[in-house]
């Protein structure tokens, strides 16, 4: 299947911190199609692949999924790849577009750094993208 390009990543990844910072909503808003699906298109009016990739997401649960591998010891590199191929098995998404949103919503999560999900973000095109070798998975980040 072809790779799939986002061109708004920079608008996406602050419409997630918000969504995320807004404190009636949350992480849980991650998981929820209908918050996600009322906050995107006022968050990024111009960004539809990248709304709809979020909302596709949202209906699945990739946030949970995700929580879920890294309360039960999955280091979050390891979590995402299993999230990704996951969502990919139960939607019509291109892999890559699910490592992206995966990587994507871990960084939300504080899980990664913008670092390591511009790599997974950037190496989605056929193999499983990993972290650079060497690179450990960061304490959450704190607020």
Known sequence: MASLSFDHVAEARAALRTIVSIRAHGAAALSSVQVMSDLLPRLLPDAPRERSVLVVAAEVGLADIILRHVSEGTE??????????????????PLGACY????????????????????????????APSLPAGSSDPEPAGE
Not at 76 to 93: D, F, H, M, Q, V
């Open 76 to 93: 979050a590199s390891a979590a995402i790849k299993l999230s990704a191929e996951s969502l990919a098995g139960l939607t019509p998404l």
């Open 100 to 127: 992206w949103v995966a990587a994507e919503i871990a960084l939300a999560l504080g899980l990664i750094t913008a670092d390591q999900a511009d790599v997974i973000g950037s190496r989605c095109d056929a193999a």
